[in-house]
Antibody, heavy 119, light 108 residues
Framework: QVQLQESGPGLVKASETLSLTCTVSGGPISGSYWTWIRQAPGKGLEWLGYIYYTGSTKYNPSLRSRLSMEVDTSKSHFSLKLASMTAADTAIYYC?????????????WGQGTLVTVSS | EMELTQSPDILSVSPGERATLSCRSSQGVKTNLAWYQQRPGRAPRLLIYGASIRATDVPARFSGSGSGTDFTLTISSLQSEDFAVYFCQQYNNWPPLTFGQGTRLDIK
């Protein structure tokens, strides 16, 4: 059973950079599209982007200028950096697994981590 | 950007009855649509992909249908654990990948 676990700070100051890590266990990190999705309090789901295990990425155009992702296959984890944080970035951040880019839905999710941006 | 509109926003149904949730896309997505269930305080759970294919371990009372722009998630004989928020997601035209705004299924 694949498991994903997010880790990172729960509180970030405005204008700073958020760094989150998602650790993958119970299955290989290779061959999948590792994805970040967020959910503002009481709101819907917003796709941030993915990183393939080879390191190739695709980002949401609305966040591309502030977003970067990396993968470390030796540690079986991938990470997100989101720069210039504002209150609008306050959300639960989920990592998830997408198996194929042509059938890009998410069969495993982390439990999510709440990130609050303070002024 | 592809928009997905779910209706209704809130659906109140009694346990044991059938619930029908709708998802409409602004452009055709063939059958490249998934449905998720999100219980309070939990991550979303994949229910349906390919518009009508149940994911692993999803009970048979959940069924999906539709293609093109109009999709339906049907839950027959609602159980207490089914009262949750349901999201649809398209994976035909992206980036950006998009989700519907969600339908909250409440106990009547």
């Amino acid at each position: 059973q694949v498991q994903l676990q997010e880790s990172g700070p729960g509180l970030v100051k405005a204008s700073e950079t958020l760094s989150l890590t998602c650790t993958v266990s119970g299955g290989p990190i290779s061959g999948s599209y590792w994805t970040w999705i967020r959910q503002a309090p009481g709101k819907g789901l917003e796709w941030l982007g993915y990183i393939y295990y080879t390191g190739s990425t695709k980002y949401n155009p609305s966040l591309r200028s502030r977003l970067s992702m990396e993968v470390d296959t030796s540690k079986s984890h991938f990470s997100l950096k989101l720069a210039s944080m504002t209150a609008a970035d306050t959300a639960i951040y989920y990592c998830a697994r997408g198996l194929e880019v042509r059938t890009y839905f998410f069969d495993y999710w982390g439990q999510g981590t709440l990130v609050t941006v303070s002024s | 950007e592809m928009e997905l509109t779910q209706s209704p926003d809130i659906l109140s149904v009694s346990p044991g009855e059938r619930a029908t949730l709708s998802c409409r896309s602004s452009q055709g997505v063939k059958t490249n649509l998934a449905w998720y269930q999100q219980r309070p305080g939990r991550a979303p759970r994949l229910l349906i992909y390919g518009a009508s294919i149940r994911a692993t371990d999803v009970p048979a009372r959940f069924s999906g249908s539709g293609s093109g722009t109009d999709f339906t998630l049907t839950i027959s004989s609602l159980q207490s654990e089914d009262f949750a928020v349901y999201f649809c997601q398209q994976y035909n035209n992206w980036p950006p990948l998009t989700f519907g705004q969600g339908t909250r299924l409440d106990i009547k």
